[in-house]
């Protein structure tokens, strides 16, 4: 059964530091990974999509994975307030499952004190 | 482009009344989606259409129904309701399938 784990919030930490954001998964026939953003009362929005291993930065946000250790990352450099938000992992593809839904984990809600 | 609306915004609904939650999108996709997002539980998904003319269970399709209209729209549908289908829901759509999906703003449906 396909799973994602994301690390156990909350996660809280000062402003200008970096925020780590952790997320594993079972599936090993997983293509397609992102991290999507919820402020409250809000719905998600995409913030970063990674498809191979190694790093993929975009602003203050690099997306890591590895494949053969079926985890991903999100790193958020000089953290905002603004930044304060659930962060939700998601992966699609696989073996046996549909390449047209995502697979999503219980989120991270991340504070940035200021 | 108003991207992903959904109606109603906030409902509350006796045990055993039906509704209609209703979704369209203006982005041309061809996939849209049905969740629910509880408390600790994430994001899960409760049916979705691949294509205009195709639907499919998602993880918790239980006591739901869907309708993909046409292209734009994909109503989700709750024949006799249940406090346990108290919860917020998103519609969202996505380009045949692509990861990146668009969401809409949700409904918080309360069941009494």
């Known amino acids: 059964q396909k799973e994602v784990e994301q690390n156990s919030g909350p996660l809280s930490v000062p402003e200008g530091a970096i925020a780590s954001l952790n997320c594993t998964y079972s599936d090993r026939g997983s293509q397609s990974f992102f991290w999507y953003r919820q402020y409250s009362g809000k719905s998600p929005e995409l913030i970063m999509s990674?498809?191979?291993?190694g790093d993929k930065e975009d602003g203050r946000f690099t997306a890591q994975l590895n494949k053969a250790s079926q985890y991903v990352s999100l790193l958020i450099r000089d953290s905002q307030p603004s930044d304060s938000a659930t962060y939700l992992c998601?992966?699609?593809?696989?073996?046996?499952?549909?390449?047209?839904?995502?697979?999503f984990g219980k989120g991270t809600l991340l504070t940035v004190n200021p | 482009n108003a991207g992903v609306t959904q109606t109603p915004k906030f409902q509350v609904l006796k045990t055993g009344q039906s509704m209609t939650l209703q979704c369209a999108q203006d982005m041309n996709h061809n996939s849209m989606y049905w969740y629910r997002q509880d408390p600790g539980m994430g994001l899960r998904l409760i049916y979705y259409s691949a294509s205009e003319g195709t639907t499919d269970k998602g993880e918790v399709p239980n006591g739901y129904n869907v309708s993909r209209l046409n292209k734009r729209e994909f109503s989700l549908r709750l024949e006799s309701a249940a406090p346990s289908q108290t919860s917020v829901y998103f519609c969202?759509?996505?380009?045949?399938?692509?990861?990146?999906?668009?969401f809409g703003p949700g409904t918080r449906l309360t069941v009494l």
């Open positions: 990674i498809y191979s291993n």
């Open positions: 969202a759509s996505s380009a045949s399938g692509e990861g990146t999906q668009y």
């Open positions: 998601a992966f699609k593809g696989g073996a046996g499952g549909s390449n047209y839904k995502l697979t």
